[in-house]
Each structure stands twice: as C-alpha cells, then as structure tokens.
C-alpha cells in the first residue's frame, strides 16, 4: 500500500470543536511533528462543523459531551472540490443507535481514506 505523501497528499487537517490550545496539547501528545504533514486545527465555536453539515445533535452524546459536538467523519478535499466523504454513524444499526459512530469508527479513519484514495487514483 502506498504512503499518503506517496498518493499526493500534502496535508492532513485534524480538526474538531475546541480551542487551539487543546488542539496544541493533542498534537503534541499525540507526537505530531510541526513539519510534518498533519495540521492540528480548533473549531472552537463550531462554524467548519456547522458549514460541513456534521454538528452532532443527537441528545445523547450531546447530553454528555454538550451540545455543538462534531461528528466523527473524513473527507479528501482536491482543489476545493470534495472527492470522498466518510460518516461513522448509524452503520449496521438502527437509526439513531450510534450517532457517535462509537461502533464502526474505522469508517472515518485512515485506513478507509486511502482505500478510497487507491479508487481514486
């Protein structure tokens, strides 16, 4: 299998509903490397998360996690055009039953992504 620099990539954001200094701190325990490719970035008032359609509402994570949470999912963006797009959500169960993606979250990880990117190319 082919890196993603090697399909072209030349950057991952990882972005989610927090401040630039939690996203700093995961980053940093996570042992991203500032020059690398993975970009750490806070939506701290959830406007990417509202833009992109992926505001968590469901009353249960949100009665635990707080409202305005994001839902767990990937993308390929090329040029401003969105080539794939990966929800992990209410897979194999009832509607409703897993709004956090809790049970299938490999379909949001990189693993999917570049099983996708392989089709793609």
Same mark, same amino acid.
């Given at each position: 299998?082919?890196?993603?620099?090697?399909?072209?990539?030349?950057?991952?954001?990882?972005?989610?509903?927090?401040? /630039? /200094?939690?996203?700093? /701190?995961?980053?940093?325990?996570?042992?991203?490397?500032e020059k690398g490719i993975i970009t750490f970035m806070g939506d701290p008032r959830g406007e990417l998360t509202k833009a992109l359609g992926m505001e968590m509402t469901h009353p249960g994570p949100c009665g635990i996690l707080g409202a305005g949470r994001c839902k767990r999912f990937s993308s390929f963006i090329d040029e401003g055009v969105i080539k794939t797009f990966n929800i992990a959500e209410d897979i194999g169960v009832g509607e409703g039953e897993d709004p956090a993606g809790d049970a299938h979250p490999e379909l949001s990880c990189v693993e999917k992504m570049m099983t996708d990117l392989e089709e793609l190319i």
């Open positions: 299998m082919m890196t993603l620099s090697e399909m072209g990539i030349d950057e991952i954001i990882v972005f989610c509903v927090n401040d /630039a /200094a939690v996203m700093d /701190a995961w980053a940093k325990d996570q042992g991203i490397d």
